[in-house]
Structures are given as structure tokens and as C-alpha cells.
């Protein structure tokens, strides 16, 4: 059984939650939000099954952990998870542009620990309340690894999304980025 987290649960955040949730009912999901209502929200639905707080040393049992705020807040908790997390913790997240977090992540030496990713799915919709366990299917999910993420792993990771209904397809970030402009 694997342990996921979350950081960050509107829209995106909510619907890969619940798309884990749908696909692997057994994975054990933990999750933080800004907002108490949406904890309250995710945990009424068995969206997670238990709340983190901000700053919480159950993120080392993690084995996925999913930065799904804003990009200049995941660069902010990066610093925070790069002393708490497992030595095989993958962290992800769902930004729509991936160099400043990729460059963070350079910065901070943790290019072995990181995928980058970028679910090509969204609403006019925002927020928890909008989120959905089918907001993924069939939709492109860019996958941005380091040059340090070891292959088999973002193998292991590729498997993953596409178990979610999603089509992972893997790009550097660079190309993420010029394709996404």
C-alpha cells in the first residue's frame, strides 16, 4: 500500500486525490489545504483519508507527495519537505509552468527526489467543490523529470498516472514550457 500527499487540494489537487482514491482504494491519502472547510470537505466525501498540518513530519511516510498550490508556494514548502521526506519520496506537482519550480528544485539538490508534472485538464471551475475522480481521464498529462530522477523510477511514475486514466507523455521542462506558452 502506498501513502500519498497532498499539498494543496482545489480543483487539480482534488480530482487527482479522488481519481487515487477511485483507482487505488486501498492507498492510504493524506492531504493539506489553507482552507479547514476544504479538509473538512475532502474527508466527508473519503476523498483523504487524514488532514496534515502545514508543517507535519507524517509527510516522510509519504511515497508520492503532490505540491498542488500555487507554484511560488510549492517552491516555498520544497524547502520545507527537502529535511522531512523519505530517502524514495518522489515529489511531483501539478504547476502549469515548470522552470522556476525546476529550478528550485536544482537549487535545492533535490533533482533526484523530483518529477515535475502538469495534468492538461481543468474547468472554468475552481476549488474542491469542482474537483472530480474523471477530470483526468484521457487527458495528457505532462511528465517533467530531472536528469537526475532515475529512469525506472519515472518509469514507475509514468505507470502510476496512466492507472489513473490519464496519458502521461514525458517532456523536459524546457519543451514543457515553449509547448505551453
Same mark, same amino acid.
Given at each position: 500500500?502506498?501513502t500519498?500527499?497532498?499539498?494543496g487540494?482545489g480543483?487539480?489537487?482534488g480530482s487527482i486525490?479522488?481519481?487515487?482514491?477511485k483507482?487505488?482504494?486501498?492507498?492510504?491519502? &493524506?492531504?493539506?489545504?489553507?482552507h479547514? =472547510?476544504?479538509? %473538512?470537505a %475532502? &474527508?466527508?466525501?473519503?476523498?483523504?483519508?487524514a488532514?496534515?498540518?502545514?508543517k507535519? =513530519?507524517?509527510y516522510h511516510?509519504c511515497?508520492?507527495?503532490?505540491?498542488? %498550490?500555487p507554484v511560488?508556494?510549492?517552491?516555498?514548502? &520544497?524547502?520545507?519537505?527537502k529535511?522531512?521526506?523519505s530517502?524514495d519520496?518522489?515529489?511531483t /506537482?501539478?504547476?502549469s509552468v515548470?522552470g522556476?519550480i525546476h529550478? *528550485?528544485?536544482?537549487?535545492?539538490?533535490?533533482?533526484?527526489?523530483f518529477?515535475g508534472?502538469h495534468p492538461? *485538464?481543468?474547468?472554468?471551475q475552481s476549488g474542491?467543490? +469542482?474537483s472530480s475522480?474523471?477530470?483526468? $481521464?484521457? %487527458?495528457?498529462?505532462?511528465?517533467?523529470?530531472?536528469t537526475q530522477t532515475d529512469p525506472?523510477?519515472?518509469? =514507475?511514475f509514468n $505507470?502510476?498516472?496512466?492507472?489513473l486514466?490519464?496519458i502521461?507523455?514525458v517532456?523536459?521542462y /524546457?519543451? +514543457?514550457?515553449?509547448?505551453? *506558452?
Amino acid at each position: 500500500m502506498k501513502t500519498i500527499g497532498f499539498i494543496g487540494l482545489g480543483l487539480i489537487g482534488g480530482s487527482i486525490a479522488k481519481t487515487i482514491r477511485k483507482f487505488h482504494p486501498d492507498y492510504h491519502i &493524506l492531504a493539506y489545504a489553507k482552507h479547514k =472547510e476544504t479538509l %473538512a470537505a %475532502a &474527508l466527508s466525501c473519503n476523498a483523504i483519508d487524514a488532514v496534515l498540518e502545514e508543517k507535519d =513530519e507524517r509527510y516522510h511516510t509519504c511515497d508520492y507527495i503532490f505540491l498542488c %498550490a500555487p507554484v511560488e508556494y510549492n517552491i516555498e514548502y &520544497l524547502k520545507y519537505l527537502k529535511d522531512v521526506i523519505s530517502d524514495d519520496c518522489i515529489i511531483t /506537482d501539478a504547476g502549469s509552468v515548470k522552470g522556476p519550480i525546476h529550478k *528550485a528544485v536544482e537549487e535545492l539538490g533535490m533533482e533526484h527526489c523530483f518529477i515535475g508534472g502538469h495534468p492538461m *485538464a481543468g474547468s472554468e471551475q475552481s476549488g474542491f467543490e +469542482h474537483s472530480s475522480d474523471h477530470l483526468l $481521464e484521457n %487527458a495528457y498529462y505532462i511528465i517533467t523529470p530531472t536528469t537526475q530522477t532515475d529512469p525506472a523510477v519515472v518509469s =514507475e511514475f509514468n $505507470e502510476f498516472i496512466g492507472s489513473l486514466g490519464a496519458i502521461p507523455l514525458v517532456l523536459d521542462y /524546457d519543451s +514543457h514550457d515553449a509547448a505551453t *506558452a
